[in-house]
């Protein structure tokens, strides 16, 4: 069945740095990967979407890549702010539903 | 107008109890989705609408659960004879088309004694 793993379920960094997170997956082939933010009590929101064919892509201080080959893909964020404390939700889609990883519960320490 | 919205935003019921949570998706998107997110766990994919036809429920855990949309825009997700593995955050999202972004509601808390 599919699997989506985050790099670990909390991430601790300091204001400023850059923040890596990672999603892999296995028996799966997504036509394309989106990242979620969710702060508690609410709705996961957009961030992004990369498609199959796409490296990289970037959004303001955030970027995506998408290694179909590692059946990876990292979700980065430059300058660091304690407003992007929050967990990143990594998701799979194409001819099947969303697939949502655990999420990746972020702290940017002042 | 306004984005994604959910009511209740808190229900609790006890076991044995049906329950009714409402969605209102944005005005104009076609696709409207039903999710339901356990603590700690990320959202899992209940049932799916395309206007008022629900192209996929092949993640409703069992003939309990109950989902419409029967005018292509409001949605009801219906648990009948709720028991306490239901509880857990439920969450309805709406888009353009499958394959955009989605925009989620808040969701609805549910907690089954």
């Known amino acids: 069945s599919q699997k989506i793993e985050q790099n670990s379920e909390a991430l601790n960094i300091q204001e400023g740095k850059t923040a890596t997170l990672t999603c892999n997956y296995t028996?799966?082939?997504?036509?394309?990967l989106q990242w979620y933010r969710q702060d508690p009590g609410r709705g996961p929101v957009f961030l992004l979407l990369?498609?199959?064919?796409?490296k990289e892509k970037r959004k303001e201080r955030l970027k995506v890549t998408f290694d179909t080959t590692l059946k990876q893909s990292l979700f980065h964020i430059t300058a660091s702010q304690p407003a992007d404390s929050a967990t990143y939700l990594c998701a799979l889609g194409g001819n099947t539903p969303l697939v949502f990883g655990k999420g990746t519960r972020l702290s940017v320490i002042a | 107008g306004a984005g994604v919205s959910q009511s209740p935003r808190y229900k609790v019921a006890k076991r044995g109890q049906d329950v009714a949570l409402r969605c209102d998706p944005i005005?104009?998107?076609?696709?409207l989705f039903w999710y339901q997110q356990a603590l700690g766990q990320g959202p899992e994919f209940l049932t799916y609408?395309?206007?008022?036809?629900?192209?996929?429920k092949s993640g409703l855990p069992s003939d309990r659960f109950f989902a419409e949309r029967p005018e292509g825009s409001v949605s009801t997700l219906k648990i009948q004879r709720t028991q306490q593995e239901d509880s857990a955050v439920y969450l309805c999202?709406?888009?353009?088309?499958?394959?955009?972004?989605?925009?989620f509601g808040p969701g609805t808390r549910l907690t089954v004694l």
């Open positions: 609408f395309q206007n008022e036809a629900q192209l996929d």
């Open positions: 999202a709406s888009s353009l088309a499958q394959g955009y972004e989605q925009f």
């Open positions: 005005s104009g998107h076609v696709s």
């Open positions: 990369i498609r199959e064919n796409e």
């Open positions: 028996n799966y082939s997504p036509a394309y």
